[in-house]
Structure formats: structure tokens, C-alpha cells
């Protein structure tokens, strides 16, 4: 409710115009039965001019406040709920990383827009319709009843049948509709699958087959489609039937009391006027629950979301720091996301200043974990991780974060353009650093061929880039950020041999006088790291140099080596 | 307040910029001027349904004039039941006050036994004359109401009718386009598939189609709701009162210009403000995917701001579109208005100086009101159209697609077994020859052997041209130039059936359709038996991992069943073509995912399984290389190296560096 704070004149503003709309269109009817009774019929002419004139200005009056209230009405609610997206987004910046993992990333988008944008709907026109449902149903209710009780009491039972009509159908219609997107996924599914496996089609020659099951997809589609259809059909005509039988039964019913003396035809048009303005606020008052309901649920999931508490948070005095030295102390770290599933036992490592190190080890052996916990998108669950002699926990995160240069397997281009790619880590890094880091990445010579040079935009709605490309950005991001520590995760392992050579060479002149974490699948480009650590289910199983390592007899290492170097193969052969 | 009420003004009079980050140019749409496809579409798809189109047409057209009816019957109620005549039982036209009170005063039959009413007492005392009802009225009134509720129901039961002929055309045509286009799509080769991406393609079939149906339908409704109101409109009111006719002539354009003026504003304001919010969306889903960036680099605030500012961006645009769009409808409005004013009091006017009946009054009021509808579809009508064009130039484009490649009348079976071998002889190749983007040769002079029961395994740089070499091999593409020969046999003179037998194919990107394990293994050849299954899997070192599924060969895998990881997918495309036992194997590159062990697992059981057979290998890797009797070198398209493995190595070229870097 805080969030409303800043709004409320205006809210006080939209709830006024829609009341005195709501009071001018209650009166309209009135308008022109006073006119056919008194002006028309009964010749008075001599209050012609003046309800004339209200008889146009009145409804001219209410389209002007209508322009005025609808834009300051969404004006507010777009406000309110940018207010919102942004305070999400903030939120779900600060969660750690395990969050995400959770949650894809679909799912959170899907959450921060579509559920605000249901919240926005309710609020821009359940709020300010039903404010004006009300007054123009109470006018119409009242009125009626004054013109002819008889009359009204008929246009009750009305009103009762039509709203029962639209619950039913409508009922009826979203199941079907829920049935035909049903039918509509698997149709859809089906093509997408067939079209992105296109290959494997024709290689096998299937089409035919593929075209017999895309035909009875397309009949169950069709068929379900042309039941929504007639059962939205079907509701409209029985909303047309019994609107108008009903309107007929007022209409003569009126007549039949004109003839009898005991109403006006002025009163008769204005009775059936308001009878049209009494049908839809019923049926939307008979929505409102659900749309409430609806607004709730999409509510209490953003409320979910902020109701995560950040795991990795800093501690009460955090130790704000410059560009740290890169001394790096492992002391007996643990770490396990489920008490039975330990991860990382008891791992110790001391790296030194400007060191590199190199992590190897079989998939979820804890490599890729060692790196999260020093950047600390997890926090150990036992022993610490020191970083120039302080504990990592104990800095200050902005500062503690800014000490590192990530470059991950799956690289991350943001819709900006080439030179604000590069310096995204460091916005203020100016135009001969960012070219320095592109030329060390080796990404420099590519970039001077785009039309705009530095200031091309890539990403989702620019350039397109290759794997090696966008990899290279990331590289050069990295070298821009000037960190202490280098941290890759397989940064090459998704690059062919030529890409990964000229990534090899930036890599090099990055890593030089940094210290250095790298996790890689092809060996070949750690042999010359300080310390290569063979990581197995968590623990150090051998710890050492190139050399030093090829020389245990029966090395788990040197087995590796050979074998990835294809010894043995060539020993077949 | 003072932010809200001052920014109110302001926001609408600075045209503001768009120009954002995250906020890309957005792709404008242009309605280039095409031939119109509706003649066409008419004839391949409606013309088979022509006589349910004609009775639709025909009942929509009776069914939108039952307004006309209605309003007819009011006057006959207004006129002729409830108007009060005097006693020779002409209609009372008096300047009297009192007298023309009478509508409201009881009916007083000439024979009414009880005695007149104070009032009339005192009229007939003054020498007025008495009134009456005309004759019978209440019976009357009671049988127009009958006629009237006779009416509402028999249109009523039309307009379903209507409806169901409406919906039962439309998506019968919207079946047979569908399917079409999908027949088309999997028809067209390779190359056109890949120029449009498959997701382009599957909008054209799934949305693109449901377009021209909606489009089409709302088509349908608005010429001819346009065309029977306005033609039965005009003559009703030419009829009853020129004079009206002459105040819609003047009005009528007038409503249209604005529509028209402002509706193509409105719209491109729209869009831009949807192309805002899509920009929102992407700018989250960036963020989000690369959370592990944004965070490592401890850029919350900075993004919150760049979030903040693309967001006030959609404040503004969602504003503006509103403004505009209630002030537009606010000028449009008004012309309606100003004639519906002037028709109702005018006209009230001559009623009250009698110069005009109260029925007829009612009747041209409502008369208005009717003809107003149409008029304001007509704007949309030009709308309706030109997205229906888009729709149908979107399908037909698909449609008129002339395949590439086609089955050669007196194609022949593939030579099996094959004695000769695979000879390729001066094959080049470029993608989208013929089109405006067209690419320089991917492929140029390629000449290469590989005798019956050999393999060759094809080396290189990425994009060098060894996976388009690969699909020309399967006849994927055409090659621009040069020939393809399977035993001497040119491959456009393969039986397409018997081609896809006895290739095996695995592509770079193992493709998995939805289904189960089995299934999928089983997709060239759907009548496996089980054994032929497993063992299929087992050479492709894929049965141990099955057996660790939850329900092993039946577990579902794709986009509804449990995902696979690259090199799960690609075991699973080996074992797929390993089950075809096919004569000649094209393999692309396909063990990258894999890690060492596996690979070498892999390129061992294939040693086994395709002794004898023939088979073209592209490869990144040295040790699959040295199992085959031939390498060639491909380097921007061109052989620059083709020998055994040992020649290739005392060359000192592309393949004796790889060698060396790989095995040191």
C-alpha cells in the first residue's frame, strides 16, 4: 500500500472525474425523456433552447473528462507499477546465485512483466469501472424504480438471466479454450520440432509421415477451435436474444402503460436507455471476484519473490578495499547445498601473488564450485576463503566483487554497443582503455571492420557476432575491468581450434602478472600453469606442476594427459 | 500532484526521444506494394467452398439489416398506436397547450360508458374537441409486439446459422492452407529452410495462417456489413427524409478524415510503445541469463538505473498512446455527436411545431445511430485489409517457393552394394545462389574419391566448408556447380526414397524430436525390432546410459520428456543412423561433445560396425583421422591437402601441425 504514497492526489484526481462521469452519464436519459415530454409532445417551447444545449453539452461535457481521466489513471498506474518492476528488479539482483538456479530465467521475467502487467490491468480498469459500475448502476437502479416499479422489478429478473447466461458460457468458454491451447501446443510443438530437426527429416526422407501426423494434429486443433468458436458464437447470441426479448417485453409493456395513461413515451425511451446502462456493470460485478482473485495471486508471487532473503550479504563492518594483490588462502573449505550431498571436503590450497592455477577433475567434481565460493556467489559452509590474509566474507561485496575478471563458458552480450560491452565492468574506462583491451583480446581488428567501429550495437538487436566473437568481447570486458584475480570456467571449450588460438593469445597477456583460476576441459592450454589441482569428488587428489605431475607413475593425471593427447590411439593405429 | 499535473502538458508537447539503451532501432514494417493475393486466395481456397460462402454472404447481409426492421416497427408504434387523433381521426395537430397534453391523457373511446374525466370535462366545456386512440390500439400494440418478438427470434436463430456457416468455412479453409504450407515447408530443401530460420517458418505455418483466418473472417463481416447498411441505409433515409441524408453526407467525411488522419499516428505510436515493452523484456532476460556478469562485476545499481530509465520510456509512451488515443476518439466522437444533436432537436422541433411526426422523429434518430456503424468500420476496413494482405503475401511467399531440389522422373534406385565408390568431381557451391544475398563460394574445384568400403575423413577451419560439403553429399542442397556420383550413378539421379536408405546421415547438431527413447532411435526405421534397437544404442555408447533413465528405452525425451546433454543427443543421432544400416555414412563432426573416453569408446565400435562400409567423416579430431584411409584438408573451400594419413603427415601442411599440437 506504501507504494500508492506518491499517487494519492492524483488517485484522488481519477476517483473525482469518474464520479462526476458516472454522474453525467446517469443523467443523459433524462435528458431526452424531458425533452420528448415536455419540448416534443407537450410544446414547451420556451425551455427548448436550454435542454437543447444541455442535450449536446452534456454528453460532450463527459468525453472531455473521459480524455482527461483515462490518462491520468494510466499515467498512475504505469508509474505505480514501473515503481514496482523496479523495486523486483532490484530485489533479484542481489540473490545469490542458488536462486537462480531455481529459477530459470524465463520464469523470472515472466514473473517481473506478466504478473505486474495483470496487476496493472486490475488496477487501470477494475478500479476506476467498478468505481463507475457502482454510481451508474445506483442511478439506473433508482431511476428505474422511480419511472415504474412494475417496469423495473421485470428488468431485475432480466438483468438476473443475462448475468446467469454469461457465468454459464463463460465457464464453457474457457474450457474450450483451455482444450484448443492444448491442441494449439502439441500442433505448434510438433512443427517447431519438425522444423529445427529438418535435417533428420529429409536425410530420412519422412516427409510424408510427418505430413500424415501434422494432419491429425491440424484436425484436432481445427476441431477444437471450431467448438471455442461456436461457443463463443453462442453466448453472444444469447446475449443479443435475451437483451433484446427483454427490451421488447420493456418496450411494450411501456406502451402498453402509455395507452393506459399511467407513463410518458419520454419515459418509456428513458426507462430502456437506462435498462442498456444496468446490463454490462452487472456482468462485470459478477466478474469482479475473479478478477480480484486473480490480481492476489499475481501479488502474493511477486510478494514471493521479495520475500527471499539475500543469502550472500555483508557483514555488519565490511572492509571496503582498492585493488587487492591476489593472495588467495583455501583453508579447509566445505561446502555442500544439501546436508547429505557434501560437494567440496576439506580443501586447502595456498595460491601466491600473480600465480596461475588450473582446476581439472570429471564434471561435478566441485571445479566450478571452488570458483563460485571465491567469488562468493555461494559462502562456504565450512573453513574460510581469505583473500590477501581477510576472509572474503568480511569485504565489502561491491569492492570484494570488482577484485575479479569472470570469463564462463557461455559468454554474455548485452544490447549496447561494442564499447559499452567492453567496459561494462568499468563504466568510466575511457576510450584508449577499451581499445587497449579489445586489441589484447584480439578482438580490436574485427571491430574496426564493423560500420560504426566501437560504437556498433550488438547483442539481441545489433550486430550478429559468432561464439569466438562474443567470447572475445567477453575477454576483453574482463581485461577492462582491470581486476587482481582472472577467473575462467572453460572459457574455450565451446570454440573451434582457430578461435580458440587467437583466445589463447589474449588469454596469455591477461593472465600475466594477475593471479589466475581456470578451469578448462582440453589440457593443452593449462601445461603451463603453477599449480594444476586434480579435483575428485571434492578433494585434492593430486596437486602439483606439468612436470612434476608427469612424473607419478601411474598419475591419474598423466593418464589423462596421454589419453586426451591421443597416445594411445596412435599406438593402435 | 505538482510532478503529475505539471508533466501532464509537458509529456505531450516534447516529442520525446526513444533512443535508449537496450532499446534497439525497431524493424520498420513495410507495406511495400504488392499484387494483391485476395483473387488468388479466393480462388485456390474459397472457390472449393463457393456455395457455403454465397449463403453466408447472402444471411450476413439480411441479418445486419434487422436494425432497420426494428426501427421501422418503433415508428409504426409511435404513429399509429400511441398518437392521439382527434374525433374525425386525422393526427392532432393543434397549437393548443392543453390539447397537445393529450398524449399523456387517457385514451377516452367515443362509446365509454364512464363518465370523461375532469380534465376532459373541462376541455369539452371550452368546446374542444375529444380525442381518442386509434381503434383497437391495445389489441394492436399486442400484435406488434407479437410481430416484434417474432422478429428479434427469427434474426436471432439467422445469426446463428450465420454464425456456424461463418466459423465452418473459415476453418476449413484455414485447415487446408495450413496444411499446405506444411507440406511446403518440409518440401523446400535445406538452404531455404535455413535462409528463414525455422522459427520464422513456424509462424508462417501455425500464426501466419490463423491470421489470414481471423483477418479474413473480420474481412468478411466488415464489406458486407459496410456494403448492405450503408446501400439499405441510403435508400430507407432517401425515402423517409432527405433532409437527414444531406446532414450524414456532410458529417460522414468529415468523421472519416480524422479516423483516417489519426488512426495511422496512433498506431505507429502503438507499436512503438509495444517495441518499449519488448525491450523491457529483453533487457530482463539479458540481466537475468547473465546474473553471474552483472553480479561479478557488481553492477546492481548501474542496472536498476539503465532498468529505471527504459521503464520511464514505457511511462511516457503508455501515456502518450492513451492521450491521444481517448483525444482522437474524442474528435471522431463529436462529429457523430453533432449530427445525432442536430437530427434529434431539429427534428424535435418541427414535432413540437407539428410539422413532424413523433414516430418519424424516433425512427430518424435511430436511423442515424445505424448508419453511423458501418461508416465508423469503414476505417478499419482499409486496416482489416492491408493485414490481411501481409498474412497472405507471408504465406504465399512460402508457398511459391520453387523447391530445389526435386525427385528426377526416371530417377533410378541407389547402386547397392556400392563397387566404384563416391566420386566428386569440380563441385562448388555457394548459399542462396540466385538470391540477392547471395555468398561467395563456400565450396570451389572440390575433387575427391573415396572407393567403395574407404572412409575419408574431411579436416579444416570452422566455416571452411566441410558440413556443406557433407550436405551436398546427402543431397541436402544443390550444388552449383559440378557432379556427385554415387558408382558412376549422378545423385539427381537417385530414387529420393532410395537415397535417404542407404545414407546414414549425422548432423553437426543432433536433432531430437518428442517421443520416446525408442522412438527416436527407431525414427529411419520404424519397424526395428528391439534387439536391433539395443544394439544400436550399444555402438553408440548410448545403452548404458539408457538404462539409467527412469523408464529406459520408453522414457520421454524432447521438449516435453527429460533433456539430454549435447553429447547425449549426439549418441542418440549415431545410433539413430547406425539402426539404418545404411550403405555409404556422413558423419559431421559428430563426437565434439563428447569428452575423451567416450570418443575413443565411440571411434572404436565404429571400426567394427562400419568395416566394409563406406564413409565420409568430417572430424576435428586427429585420432579419428588416423582410423580412416584418406584425409582431405579443406581451407576456405578448397582441397589444399587430400592423402593417407602418413602422406599427409611427411607433408608438414594443415594436418601434420594439427597432429603434432594434438598429440605432443
Redesign the interface.
Known amino acids: 500500500m506504501r507504494l500508492f504514497g506518491p ?1 494519492k ?2 488517485i484522488a ?1 481519477v476517483i473525482f472525474f469518474t464520479l462526476l462521469m458516472s454522474a453525467i452519464s446517469a443523467l443523459t436519459p433524462m435528458l ?1 425523456s424531458a ?3 415536455y ?7 420556451d425551455i ?1 433552447l436550454a435542454l ?1 444545449l444541455c ?2 453539452l452534456a ?2 461535457i463527459l ?2 473528462l ?2 482527461f481521466q ?3 489513471n ?3 498506474t ?2 505505480f507499477i ?1 515503481e514496482l ?2 523495486m523486483i ?2 530485489h ?3 540473490l545469490s ?1 542458488r536462486f ?1 538456479n531455481v529459477n530459470s ?2 520464469k ?2 515472466n514473473r ?2 506478466e504478473d505486474t502487467a495483470t496487476l496493472t490491468g486490475i488496477f487501470n480498469t477494475s478500479f476506476t469501472t467498478t468505481l463507475s459500475d457502482t454510481v451508474i448502476a445506483v442511478v439506473a437502479i433508482v431511476a428505474t424504480f422511480a419511472i415504474n416499479w412494475r417496469l423495473a422489478l421485470i428488468l431485475c429478473v432480466a438483468v438476473a438471466i443475462f448475468v446467469v447466461n454469461y457465468r454459464l458460457s463463460i465457464k464453457r468458454i474457457i474450457r474450450f479454450t483451455k482444450l484448443m491451447r492444448r491442441e ?1 501446443d502439441v ?21 510424408e509421415r ?2 500424415a501426423v ?2 491429425e494434429h ?2 484436432s486443433s ?1 476441431g477444437f ?2 467448438t471455442r ?2 461457443a463463443n ?2 453466448f ?2 444469447n446475449v ?2 435475451i437483451s ?2 427483454s427490451q ?1 417485453i420493456l ?2 409493456c411501456g ?2 402503460m ?4 399511467q407513463m ?2 419520454g419515459q418509456v ?1 428513458a426507462f430502456n436507455l437506462y435498462s442498456m446502462q444496468l446490463i454490462w456493470p452487472a456482468v462485470r460485478f459478477s466478474q469482479l471476484a475473479g478478477r480480484l482473485q486473480e490480481g492476489k495471486v499475481a501479488l502474493t508471487r511477486l510478494f514471493e519473490y521479495l520475500a527471499v532473503e539475500p543469502e550472500i550479504t555483508e557483514c555488519d563492518h565490511p572492509v571496503s578495499c582498492r585493488k587487492l594483490q591476489g593472495k588467495v588462502d583455501f583453508e579447509d573449505v566445505h561446502f555442500h547445498y544439501e546436508e547429505s550431498v557434501p560437494i567440496i571436503q576439506g580443501l586447502t590450497l595456498h595460491v601466491k601473488p600473480g600465480e596461475s592455477v588450473a582446476f581439472i577433475g570429471t564434471t561435478g567434481c566441485g571445479k566450478s564450485t571452488m570458483l563460485n565460493l571465491l ?1 562468493r ?1 555461494y559462502d562456504v559452509t565450512g573453513g574460510s576463503i581469505k583473500l590477501d590474509g581477510t576472509d572474503i566474507r568480511d569485504y565489502n ?3 570484494l ?2 577484485q ?1 575478471g ?1 570469463v ?1 563458458q557461455e559468454s ?1 552480450i ?3 554497443s561494442v564499447k ?1 560491452n567492453i567496459r ?4 568510466h574506462a575511457t576510450d584508449e582503455e577499451v581499445v587497449a583491451a579489445a586489441q589484447a583480446a584480439e578482438i580490436h581488428d574485427f571491430v574496426m571492420t564493423l560500420p560504426k567501429g566501437y560504437d556498433t ?1 550488438i ?4 550486430m550478429a557476432l559468432s561464439v569466438g566473437q562474443k567470447q572475445r568481447i567477453n575477454i576483453a ?1 574482463a581485461i577492462c ?1 582491470d581486476p587482481a584475480i582472472m577467473i575462467m570456467d572453460e572459457a574455450t571449450s565451446s570454440l ?4 580458440e588460438a587467437a583466445i589463447q593469445r589474449g588469454m596469455e597477456r591477461l593472465l600475466r602478472s594477475r593471479t589466475s583460476f581456470v578451469v578448462a576441459h582440453r589440457l ?1 592450454t593449462i601445461r603451463n600453469s603453477s599449480q594444476i589441482v586434480l579435483i575428485d569428488k571434492g578433494k585434492i587428489l593430486e596437486h602439483g606442476t606439468h612436470d612434476q605431475l608427469m612424473a607419478l607413475e601411474n598419475g591419474r593425471y598423466r593418464d ?1 594427459y596421454t ?8 599406438d593402435d ?1 | 500532484m505538482r510532478n503529475i499535473g505539471g508533466g501532464f502538458f509537458k509529456l505531450l508537447l516534447n516529442k520525446h526521444t526513444r533512443d535508449y539503451p537496450y532499446r534497439g532501432e525497431r524493424r520498420q514494417e513495410n507495406f511495400r506494394e504488392t499484387k494483391s493475393h485476395l483473387w488468388r486466395f479466393f480462388r485456390e481456397y474459397l472457390w472449393p467452398f463457393r456455395w457455403l460462402l454465397l449463403l453466408t454472404v447472402l444471411t450476413m447481409g439480411l441479418n445486419f439489416n434487422y436494425q432497420y426492421v426494428i426501427a421501422a416497427l418503433n415508428r409504426v408504434v409511435v404513429d399509429h398506436i400511441l398518437v392521439v387523433t382527434d374525433s374525425e381521426g386525422a393526427p392532432m395537430i393543434s397549437q393548443d397547450p392543453i390539447v397537445s397534453l393529450s398524449i399523456m391523457a387517457h385514451d377516452r373511446k367515443p362509446e365509454a360508458r364512464t363518465p370523461p374525466t375532469e380534465g376532459q370535462g373541462r376541455r369539452m366545456a371550452r368546446g374542444v374537441r375529444i380525442t381518442r386512440r386509434p381503434a383497437e390500439a391495445g389489441k394492436a400494440l399486442f400484435l406488434l409486439a407479437i410481430l416484434y418478438v417474432c422478429t428479434q427470434c427469427f434474426f436471432n436463430f439467422l445469426a446463428r446459422r450465420v454464425a456456424r456457416m461463418k466459423v465452418s468455412l473459415t476453418t476449413q479453409v484455414l485447415g487446408k492452407l495450413r496444411e499446405d504450407m506444411h507440406r511446403k515447408a518440409l518440401e523446400l530443401s535445406l538452404s531455404y529452410q535455413q535462409r528463414i530460420s525455422p522459427g520464422r517458418l513456424l509462424s508462417r505455418i501455425v500464426s501466419d495462417t490463423s491470421a489470414v483466418r481471423a483477418e479474413f473472417t473480420a474481412m468478411l463481416e466488415l464489406v458486407i456489413r459496410l456494403t448492405s447498411m450503408v446501400v439499405v441505409g441510403f435508400i430507407v433515409l432517401l425515402v423517409s427524409e432527405w433532409r437527414v441524408l444531406a446532414i450524414l453526407m456532410v458529417t460522414t467525411p468529415l468523421f472519416l478524415y480524422i479516423r483516417r488522419h489519426f488512426i495511422p499516428i496512433m498506431r505507429s505510436l502503438q507499436r512503438e510503445q509495444r517495441h518499449t515493452n519488448s525491450s523491457l523484456y529483453g533487457l530482463i532476460s539479458q540481466k537475468m541469463d547473465a546474473i553471474k556478469a552483472v553480479q561479478s562485476y557488481g553492477q546492481q545499481e548501474e542496472e536498476v538505473v539503465a532498468f529505471h530509465r527504459l521503464s520511464s520510456a514505457y511511462v511516457r509512451d503508455a501515456f502518450q498512446v492513451q492521450f491521444l488515443f481517448t483525444a482522437m476518439n474524442f474528435l471522431a466522437w463529436l462529429t457523430l455527436h453533432a449530427a445525432n444533436c442536430t437530427v434529434f432537436l431539429v427534428g424535435g422541433y418541427l414535432v413540437a411545431t407539428g410539422r413532424m411526426s413523433l414516430g418519424k422523429l424516433v425512427f430518424l434518430q435511430t436511423l442515424t445511430q445505424i448508419f453511423f456503424q458501418p461508416v465508423a468500420d469503414y476505417a478499419e476496413l482499409t486496416f482489416t485489409n492491408q493485414r490481411l494482405q501481409v498474412a497472405l503475401g507471408r504465406c504465399y511467399s512460402v508457398l511459391d517457393e520453387i523447391p530445389e531440389i526435386t525427385e528426377d522422373p526416371d530417377a533410378v534406385d541407389f547402386p547397392k552394394p556400392l563397387h566404384q565408390g563416391l566420386v566428386i568431381r569440380d563441385l562448388a557451391y555457394r548459399y542462396n545462389a540466385g538470391h540477392s544475398d547471395e555468398s561467395p563460394e563456400v565450396l570451389s574445384q572440390v575433387n575427391l574419391t573415396v572407393p567403395a568400403g574407404e572412409w575419408l575423413c574431411i579436416m579444416g577451419a570452422s566455416g571452411a566448408g566441410k558440413s556443406t560439403l557433407l550436405h551436398l553429399l546427402a543431397r541436402l542442397y544443390t550444388p552449383t556447380r559440378g557432379t556427385i556420383e554415387y558408382d558412376g550413378l549422378p545423385i539427381d539421379k537417385i530414387r529420393f526414397a532410395s537415397l535417404h536408405q542407404n545414407l546414414g546421415v549425422v548432423p553437426q547438431e543432433a536433432q531430437i524430436f518428442s517421443g520416446s527413447v525408442r522412438d527416436n532411435i527407431a525414427y529411419g526405421y520404424p519397424d526395428a525390432t528391439n534387439k536391433q534397437i539395443t544394439d544400436a544404442a550399444k555402438a553408440a555408447q548410448l545403452h548404458d546410459f539408457i538404462l539409467d533413465m527412469p523408464v529406459q528405452y520408453e522414457t520421454l525425451i524432447g521438449e516435453k520428456g527429460q533433456s539430454l546433454s549435447g553429447g547425449q543427443r549426439q549418441r542418440l543421432s549415431l545410433a539413430r543412423a547406425l539402426l539404418c544400416n545404411p550403405e555409404v555414412l556422413l558423419l559431421d563432426d559428430c563426437t565434439s561433445a563428447l569428452d575423451a573416453n567416450t570418443e575413443r569408446h565411440i571411434q572404436e565400435t565404429l571400426m567394427t560396425q562400419l568395416a566394409g562400409k563406406t564413409a565420409v567423416i568430417v572430424s576435428q579430431r586427429v585420432s579419428m583421422a588416423v582410423r580412416c584411409q584418406h584425409i582431405a584438408i579443406l581451407e576456405k573451400g578448397r582441397v589444399t591437402e587430400y592423402g593417407t594419413p602418413q602422406e599427409l603427415l611427411k607433408l608438414g601442411g594443415f594436418y601434420a601441425t594439427l597432429f603434432h599440437e594434438q598429440t605432443q
Open positions: 499517487y492526489t492524483a484526481l431526452s425533452l420528448v415530454d419540448v416534443f409532445t407537450n410544446r414547451q417551447l427548448f437543447g442535450y449536446f454528453p460532450v468525453q472531455v473521459a480524455v483515462s490518462s491520468t494510466v499515467l498512475v504505469v508509474l514501473s518492476r523496479s528488479y532490484r533479484l539482483l542481489g546465485l537462480f530465467a524465463g523470472v521475467v517481473v512483466m494449439d500442433l505448434t510443438g510438433g512443427v517447431q520440432n519438425r522444423m529445427s530437426a529438418s535435417i533428420a527429416v529429409k536425410t530420412f526422407g519422412t516427409e510427418e505430413n501434422f494432419h491440424n484436425l481445427l477451435n471450431w468458436d461456436l458464437n453462442h453472444w447470441m443479443t436474444i433484446a426479448l421488447a418496450y411494450f406502451c402498453a402509455v395507452l393506459k395513461g410518458t413515451y425511451m567469488t556467489f561485496l561491491k569492492d566483487h570488482r575479479f569472470i564462463l554474455y548485452f544490447s549496447l559499452e561494462y565492468g568499468r563504466p550495437p547483442g539481441a538487436d545489433g570486458r575491468a573451434d581450434s582457430d578461435s593443452s589423462l589419453k586426451h593427447m591421443g597416445k594411445g590411439v596412435l593405429a
